[in-house]
């Protein structure tokens, strides 16, 4: 099983610098978009394009084409209002101008979100709780941000939060040595608030910049799980009020509607400040984005496309959208 884990992850980078896959991360973003783009926009474009008459039909066309690709009620309701005021207003000409015009909105809509998550040096450690179900990609998520933030040249701990499994937290030690950064972890089934609050600890004693705090996304219940993250909070809190300084979600986009009631949850329950969406790459119910982005309000501030050490970024409204639009 430990096997089947590492020979997996040290595939990963291999992968990743494979000149078959496109080299830039906007390449990629498109093409690890083609399956939404395909349900989402692709559609729309045959519908407006080369369109002259604009009408109530299409119109209705375009509503059912976003509701389908999960861009969610309240979002899709937005868009065609705008789309029908402008229309009435006589703002918009021909299907081209529809489609543009739909394309900003769109743009406009995920704008907000984009807050990329800074570390202040003056804060040390920062801790980022990171949480989510299990299997939305956690510790990949923790693997890869630490690379992001050591390209950034901060210095990084891990904490091997979750303690529900033993390969959940020899997973983590992989990314651990990955990157040539400490792991502080102790045995399966230990107290998860525990491993944490020593690993702060830690931390604090080396100086370390940033600590990312992994959790189980599984307990015997639901509310089990809130609880103990609830109680993961309060205790690092005991030691530094300030502390965590990020709760980032981690979401799966290939859950859809689900991912959304996910961070619903999470967020009522704990308080999330950040969200991190991943498996974008192959999926085509990435539309998720802009239902999250409007019934959240909150940051996302990265996007997964893969599993390899390099594909995750931050999160850019207007590169998203492109990617989406983009033939
Ligand atoms: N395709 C793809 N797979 C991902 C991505 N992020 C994570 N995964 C995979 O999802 C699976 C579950 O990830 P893991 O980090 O173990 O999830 P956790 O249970 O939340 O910690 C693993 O096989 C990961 O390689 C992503 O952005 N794209
Ligand atoms: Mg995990």
Redesign the pocket.
């Known amino acids: 099983m430990f096997d089947f884990l590492k020979r997996?992850n040290q595939a990963a980078p291999e992968a990743t610098n494979s000149q078959e896959k496109p080299s830039g991360f906007f390449s990629r973003l498109k093409q690890g978009l083609s399956k939404t783009r395909a349900k989402l926009t692709r559609g729309m474009a045959n519908l407006f394009l080369g369109k002259k008459e604009l009408d109530a039909n299409l119109i209705e066309q375009i509503e059912m084409q976003l509701l389908t690709a999960d861009v969610g009620v309240e979002t899709t309701e937005q868009l065609i209002r705008s789309l029908t005021q402008k229309l009435a207003r006589k703002e918009l000409h021909d299907g081209e101008a529809a489609f543009q015009c739909l394309r900003e909105e769109m743009k406009n809509i995920l704008q907000p979100c984009e807050v990329p998550l800074i570390i202040p040096d003056e804060t040390k450690p920062y801790v980022i709780l990171v949480v989510?179900?299990?299997?939305?990609?956690?510790?990949?998520?923790i693997g890869k941000l630490a690379n992001y933030f050591k390209q950034d040249k901060k210095t990084v701990m891990l904490a091997a939060g979750?303690t529900f499994r033993a390969a959940?937290i020899e997973?983590l030690q992989i990314w651990g040595e990955r990157n040539q950064i400490p792991v502080i972890a102790q045995q399966p089934g230990a107290d998860t608030a525990a491993v944490i609050y020593d690993a702060l600890e830690a931390a604090k004693a080396r100086g370390i910049q940033l600590l990312i705090a992994?959790t189980a996304?599984r307990l015997h219940t639901q509310s089990n799980l809130m609880a103990e993250l609830q109680k993961v909070k309060r205790v690092m809190a005991k030691l530094d009020p300030t502390t965590p300084h990020e709760t980032l979600i981690?979401l799966d986009a290939t859950l859809g509607q689900n991912a959304l009631n996910q961070v619903k949850q999470f967020h009522q329950a704990i308080g999330v400040t950040g969200i991190v969406l991943?498996?974008?790459?192959?999926t085509a119910k990435g539309g998720i984005i802009f239902a999250i982005a409007k019934a959240m309000q909150l940051p996302i501030r990265f996007i997964?496309?893969?599993?390899g050490i390099d594909?995750?970024r931050p999160f850019e409204a207007g590169e998203f959208v492109d990617a989406l639009f983009e033939e």
């Open positions: 997996k989510g179900i299990n299997g939305s990609g956690k510790t990949t998520t979750d959940a997973q992994d996304g981690v991943t498996k974008l790459d192959g997964g496309i893969g599993e594909d995750l």
